[in-house]
């Protein structure tokens, strides 16, 4: 929270500073900020206020740190200030962007700006900018960045070193070197620790790694920052078809990935599609879209509930208490049956778990499910006494016990099951289990208590 | 999946290998194995065969890789094995491991142990492993390493290299530098790379980074990670309360932390306590407790739903219809609820939003779910129509928009309720809100019904 106060004083002196269009603090603030922070600050003003004041305080940074805040800035923010600028700017800010960030913003652009300022573009940079653009979104290629440190084959220590040198201005990360063969595929490693304590005269193919972990230019980026957790990596490489080095993909690239994954599954597991962007400023007409689809399906769905309720109307009007604890019954299936799909959920999305564990994980279940069914079971059978005698006291208890345990086993392995299928296990989101509880919970009850109390 | 399938094959050749005491192929299979995955077939071997082929396999390692390997161990084998180990190969081991690590093996140990190999350990060695072990589980002291590079302040770029040389084969990162005054305290940083293009005569002071972003020892981990994130550091380092540096958080330990906190919120969201392992490994026990409280507790809150019935008996047996819709209803209306919660929490944890942002947010939820709710509406009124005619129909349609824009109001306002009662924004899991949305639905269902119905 301190960082959270401190930002907000800094923004407000700074928008205090632009109204007074007070020029000596503005340049005293500025320099001070990270390009981090000026980002947000810009997207707390334009929330606030007009776009003028956002431009006013961009064009006071130089080329360079504009380029820095623009990596920064989420795609909506960016797309409306690349529209207001003009080409011979929007070229500037290109130069000094890392690769991966220009193709992004590129990408933002329409068609006849984008064949516009490619034509005014060098032949090499209009390559490398076509080809970064064009990888698909989700993929290691959409990600990757071709600032990195590369070396032919056959070089000492010291001509690496020097290589690294000059490199160090532009390079996106100068700590992990990449040796290619004469084909331009990726042949070894070294990082440049190991370049720094090695004897400058060895020849670096000795001493490099030579299998190095890599992903292919369409893997899924998720997978991506899997690998660079996994074996800490600094970068990791990314290579095409023909196994040639194409790009690299940086740690703070990975971690990006690693939280918008996370924040996708979190919204999944509660039946929200993917946002374009934060909830505070995602559209109002996207929210909705994203939210409403399975709401309206999960209707439907939850009929069922209701025809099972329909067929067994007469116990119901004759045991009209029977009622009071169908809320109770359903309700707690489906939070156990939605505890069991986001475990397995969750371990599947760290690799923890995998569809050969399923019957391990099974056994697992239904002793703790039935430990939790009992427990629940006990709970609440008092209440059955008080409410309708011992009859629909053990009704109750029994019903508890099966549809927790049915919940979950239905929540544990559906998402066995749809990745079986080759859907996102994901889906087994906790209001898709629910529902389906809901349902079955409402034919488990009934039935039971059709079976006991209607002898009586 | 790929690499799923080539480390069980790894796995099968080596445990293979180990069964028929082949030591050609050991020899030759080992080195290929990166730590990472030896850890995890070291796992996958520990739960299906003994801790003996464990053992056998572990004392083919040099103490190097041992040491590497027990880094990416679970705590709960770390333990076992070190239990079975004697002082000397611990404390060799000890050595050769990274200072964090090493802090973290050291706590599993018992006190008795962990005094008897403090005795045989040299002074400083065993100041730094007390020290390290001595800061709480969460902080960013549990998770920091003393092996860093620093330096003292007045040092040329060519001395600061010639130190960075020096120490690199200790240090846990050699890419950030650190720049400490006389009495220890962080001065300033200054990256590798920016060395490495310095005049080698030039004065580290004059061109390092004064203003550096850091943390306190008992800063919370997930704070730091996050900083770590959003600052794209290598390493965040880690001061006392005299602003002396103590430590740093590497970027892949900060990683870790962000993976293992979004496993938690994840977990939380379902109303599932923290687990010390993950779900495949942790005790039937711990599992079972840390899903059983939530649960209980909300079966007693789910007796005011069952109330809410009791009261409404004379209408529910005047228009057993009603009942049809109540699973609909209140299940759709907790659907909408727990979305909302889920967007305001995973927010707020990613710090998107604040509670500053809470009249915004209010505003834009009312607009969404009251579409929502109409869109639901409409989508359930024709069957209200079929199964109770006009009146039940208008009833169930008025609950619906009612229900889900209650319970959609009270899912997002519940988070920032709790946050700003000090408690954790993601109490308002998806049960919780689910729970209170069912008893609210049964009150605001029946009380309409009542007033509609009576009536006729």
Redesign the interface.
Not at 350 to 354: A, F, K, M, P, Y
């Given at each position: 929270m301190s960082?959270?106060e401190a930002l907000?004083e800094q923004k407000s002196v700074l928008v205090d500073a632009l109204e007074r269009d007070d020029q000596g603090s503005l340049e005293e603030l500025l320099p001070?900020l990270?390009a981090?922070d000026i980002a947000e600050i810009l997207e707390d003003i334009l929330?606030e206020d007009d776009a003028t004041t956002v431009f006013s305080l961009l064009n006071l940074l130089s080329i360079e740190r504009r380029a820095n805040v623009y990596g920064y800035l989420p795609a909506e923010l960016q797309e409306e200030l690349a529209e207001a600028m003009s080409d011979e700017t929007l070229l500037a800010l290109f130069e000094e962007m890392s690769s991966d960030e220009r193709a992004d913003l590129f990408n933002l652009l329409d068609e006849d700006r984008r064949e516009g300022l490619l034509r005014r573009m060098a032949r090499q940079e209009r390559e490398d900018l076509k080809r970064l653009a064009s990888y698909e979104e989700g993929t290691a290629g959409a990600v990757m960045t071709s600032d990195y440190v590369a070396i032919p084959s056959g070089m000492t220590v010291s001509q690496a070193l020097m290589r690294?040198?000059q490199t160090?201005?532009d390079a996106e990360t100068?700590?992990q070197i990449y040796v290619l063969d004469e084909e331009g595929r990726l042949a070894g490693t070294m990082s440049?620790?190991q370049l720094?304590?090695a004897r400058p005269g060895a020849r670096v193919d000795d001493l490099m790694i030579k299998?190095v972990?890599s992903v292919r230019v369409d893997d899924p980026q998720e997978?991506t920052a899997r690998?660079?957790?996994?074996?800490?990596l600094?970068a990791i490489p990314v290579i095409d078809a023909e196994d040639r080095l194409v790009g690299i993909v940086t740690?703070?690239d990975?971690?990006?990935v690693?939280?918008s994954e996370?924040?996708e599954?979190?919204?999944k597991?509660?039946?929200?599609g993917q946002l374009e962007d934060?909830?505070?400023r995602v559209p109002?007409w996207s929210?909705?879209r994203k939210?409403?689809m399975?709401?309206?399906l999960?209707?439907?769905a939850?009929?069922f509930?209701?025809?099972g309720?329909?067929y067994f109307?007469d116990i119901?009007?004759a045991q009209?208490?029977l009622?009071?604890?169908?809320?109770?019954l359903?309700?707690?299936g489906?939070?156990?049956g939605?505890?069991a799909a986001?475990?397995?959920v969750?371990?599947m999305a760290?690799?923890?778990?995998?569809l050969?564990?399923w019957g391990?994980?099974l056994g697992?279940e239904l002793?703790?499910a039935g430990?939790?069914g009992v427990?629940?079971a006990v709970?609440?059978a008092p209440?059955g006494v008080l409410?309708g005698g011992e009859a629909v006291a053990m009704v109750v208890a029994t019903s508890m016990v099966t549809i927790v345990l049915f919940g979950s086993l239905l929540g544990m392995c559906l998402p066995f099951l749809l990745n079986r299928l080759g859907w996102d296990p994901a889906t087994a989101s906790?209001?898709l289990v629910?529902?389906l509880i809901?349902?079955s919970g409402?034919l488990i009850y009934f039935s039971i208590a059709t079976a006991v109390l209607s002898g009586l």
């Open positions: 960082l959270n907000s001070e990270r981090a929330e690294v040198r160090a201005p100068v700590y440049l620790r720094m304590v299998d972990i997978e690998l660079v957790a996994r074996y800490d600094l740690y703070d990975a971690m990006d690693a939280e996370a924040t599954d979190i919204h597991g509660m039946s929200i934060g909830v505070r109002l929210l909705y939210r409403v399975w709401l309206v999960l209707v439907f939850n009929l509930s209701g025809a309720i329909a109307e119901i009007t009209v208490a009622v009071f604890f169908l809320p109770l359903i309700g707690s489906g939070n156990a939605a505890q986001t475990l397995m969750r371990g760290t690799g923890e778990v995998g050969k564990d391990k994980l697992r002793l703790v430990s939790l427990t629940m709970a609440v209440i409410r906790a209001p629910t529902t809901d349902a409402v």
